[in-house]
């Protein structure tokens, strides 16, 4: 049973035009979500996080958006660039006990960003 | 050196060798944890270190043994594995405190089990 999904394997974007990537998950215990990138050959690298006491989280051309709710959560990069092409990671966690700081990931999603 | 550092990058091993991967991060973290990411698969928790204790093993068959020395360094012994173990086998570091910090982890070692 996946308790964070990545629905989309991939997204195919132009150059300064704004990304979108999506991720749903099913543990309401879940309360901090992050974001990670990565590049072939490279391990994933943290980008953003959001905890659920929030619903946006910004830093840069990166916003995370939360809608607890829905148990949904989306990243958007604006403006898109070519160095942006990786695979993007949504991970979650939830507090306490034994599993502090232990992430679950969705399957991923490649983004590929076109001059 | 600075983050966290995986040796080797790329292992291929026959079922009956043993073999260990090491990792060790330089960013005074208290946490360490091993993550395997197989084809089309999300990464998978393995291990998790919270001061050199072991904190979880996500039912990993014994086949793959852990050790942490001290904070600093994590091993991950391998024997008798199967060709199905082929995967990226990441390793990764946080400091556990009120709140939460992100994981950051290394690059990986590519494992092919022939």
């Known amino acids: 049973d996946q308790q964070v999904k990545q629905n989309s394997p991939s997204l195919s974007v132009q150059e300064g035009r704004i990304s979108i990537l999506n991720c749903d998950y099913t543990n309401s215990m879940f309360d901090y979500f992050l974001w990670y990138k990565k590049y072939p050959a490279e391990g994933p690298t943290f980008l953003i996080s959001i905890s659920s006491i929030k619903d946006k989280n910004e830093d840069g051309r990166f916003t995370v958006f939360l809608n607890k709710s829905a148990k949904h959560l989306s990243l958007h990069i604006v403006p898109s660039q070519p160095g942006d092409s990786a695979v993007y990671f949504c991970a979650a966690s939830s507090a306490g006990g034994t599993s502090y700081g232990k992430l679950t990931f969705g399957q991923g999603t490649i983004l590929t960003v076109h001059p | 050196e600075t983050g966290v550092t995986q040796t080797p990058r790329h292992l291929v091993m026959g079922m009956t060798n043993k073999k260990s991967l090491k990792c060790e991060q330089h960013?005074?973290?208290?946490?360490m944890y091993w993550y395997k990411q197989s084809a089309k698969k999300p990464l998978e928790l393995m291990f998790v270190y919270n001061f050199k204790e072991q904190t979880e093993n996500n039912s990993v068959p014994s086949r793959f043994s852990p050790e942490c020395p001290n904070s600093s360094h994590l091993f991950l012994h391998l024997h008798t594995l199967q060709p199905e173990d082929s995967a990226l086998y990441l390793c990764a570091s946080s400091q556990v405190r009120q709140g939460r910090s992100p994981l950051h982890f290394g690059n990986g070692t590519r494992l092919t089990v022939t």
């Open positions: 960013l005074g973290h208290n946490a």
